[in-house]
């Protein structure tokens, strides 16, 4: 087979929680699921920084964002971009001979970092059926080529207007777009996951959510009838990824693993398994290495610091693998200082939290959303499976053992039989900020 022509989905703020192949059994995603039948579905796959820029920066560096430069978000006032001497995943295309293009929220600085040969469309909208369409052409010429696919759903947009409790309308139309109709939920139907309260707020805000969603995967059930109506189908990698998990409080912007542990589907015409799962740990920084992998360019750059998954995609658990990964967090927007470091392996998570003398602070649509500030008004101390003080402050080490313990609410790390397990991950993570030339390695010694 001659190389595949590649296409990266990448949506925005998305979790794990609200996909019909990883279990919700109500949510409609039917693109999607078909795109996990025809291909292998990660259970284990993560972003690395819970903010969209800064997990955009790592997706398409193959770096962690404290070493590509990307602390936070790209446009103003945050102004957060790469380093001279990064090099980015469409330069390494473009130098392989791949056509390459992108549509929608690009959400990444400098532009001159990213050389895509066609950007097609304007500002993003919501209508991914058009953002689709407005991919035929592209899609029809020459190959190999590289299509970068960014929705902007399900990100928060404005209140829903006129709805008593006033939740977020995730940028849902008032009316459905040319071509296009809405699938709408209702708040009783909505399945509330584990880290969130069960309240009128949180299931007004979760009808919307998945409102926002279905409107995603028609996108991306267009963007597959397209390629099988101009014969590119068999012949095409497709990754689906979010940036991160989604716009609640315990999940955006947060690295537990509402925050990091999201979906990610791979069809691969060079893969013979379908329909199939993959457990092997994998995250955004293994995507750059991977894409070039299928590209036939070297995988093994210098700088990138990731690791092709090509080799595992067939194996539902992959033997002489990574048995541990690494999350770096800093920044959402510039008033949101609390740098976090992680250790993910299968059964344990780790965080060292930089700053942990300071109140966590929320990203301002999150604080603004009527989930939270419901539960400001009713005065309750419970968040999802955590207490609200144990969500605000929290300690400089947090250990959870995730196998007896998925909703990360027994800290280990000041009982004294982890006390050997917490020096182990304190090393291996200043091994990892040593390697990274994480420029927060310096706390270890001077606070």
């Known amino acids: 087979m001659e190389r595949p022509n590649i296409i990266l989905m990448v949506s925005d703020d998305h979790g794990i929680e609200a996909l019909g192949c990883y279990g919700n059994e109500v949510i409609k995603t039917p693109g999607m699921d078909q795109l996990a039948a025809d291909g292998v579905r990660f259970n284990n796959a993560f972003c690395t920084t819970a903010s969209c820029a800064a997990s955009r920066s790592v997706i398409l560096t193959g770096m962690q964002n404290h070493s590509n430069g990307t602390y936070g978000h790209a446009h103003q006032p945050h102004n957060f971009s790469c380093l001279d001497e990064v090099k980015t995943l469409p330069t390494y295309l473009n130098e392989a001979g791949y056509r390459t293009g992108c549509i929608g929220k690009k959400h990444y600085a400098p532009m001159s970092k990213f050389p895509f040969q066609c950007e097609m469309g304007d500002t993003p909208s919501r209508d991914d059926i058009k ?94 009838q397209i390629l099988k109506e101009t014969g590119k189908y068999d012949n095409t990698v497709v990754i689906y990824i979010s940036d991160n998990g989604a716009a609640f409080p315990e999940a955006k912007t947060n690295l537990y693993e509402p925050g990091m542990n999201l979906p990610c589907i791979v069809k691969s015409p060079l893969h013979e398994k379908r329909g199939g799962v993959c457990n092997g740990l994998v995250t955004w920084a293994d995507i750059t290495p991977t894409i070039l992998d299928f590209a036939g360019a070297d995988p093994e750059q210098p700088g990138i610091q990731g690791h092709s998954f090509k080799s595992i995609i067939d194996q539902e658990e992959p033997e002489n693998w990574q048995d541990e990964i690494f999350a770096s967090h800093t920044f959402h927007e510039i008033t949101n200082y609390y740098p976090m470091r992680v250790i993910r392996t299968h059964k344990y998570k780790f965080i060292y939290n930089i700053a942990y003398p300071l109140t966590y602070s929320s990203a301002s649509d999150l604080w603004r959303s009527c989930s939270w500030q419901g539960l400001l008004r009713d005065g309750s101390n419970k968040f999802g499976a955590r207490t609200v003080e144990a969500y605000l402050h929290r300690p400089k080490f947090e250990l959870y053992d995730l196998e007896n313990d998925p909703n990360e609410v027994d800290n280990l790390s000041e009982k004294p039989e982890y006390q050997e397990k917490v020096d182990e991950f304190c090393e291996k993570l200043k091994t990892f900020q040593k390697e990274t030339n994480d420029p927060w390695l310096h706390k270890w010694i001077y606070e």
Request: with cysteine.
């Open 131 to 224: 953002m689709a369409e407005d991919c035929r052409d592209f899609i029809k010429g020459n190959e190999p080529f590289f299509l970068y696919w960014c929705s902007k759903n399900p990100h928060r947009g404005g209140v829903f207007p006129g709805h008593p409790l006033q939740p977020n309308g995730f940028g849902n139309p008032t009316e459905s777009f040319p071509g296009d109709t809405e699938q709408v939920y209702s708040e009783d139907e909505v399945i509330v996951p584990p880290f969130l309260n069960d309240t009128p707020e949180v299931r007004a805000e979760l009808a919307q959510y998945y409102q926002s969603i279905s409107r995603l995967d028609r996108g991306i059930g267009r963007l597959m």
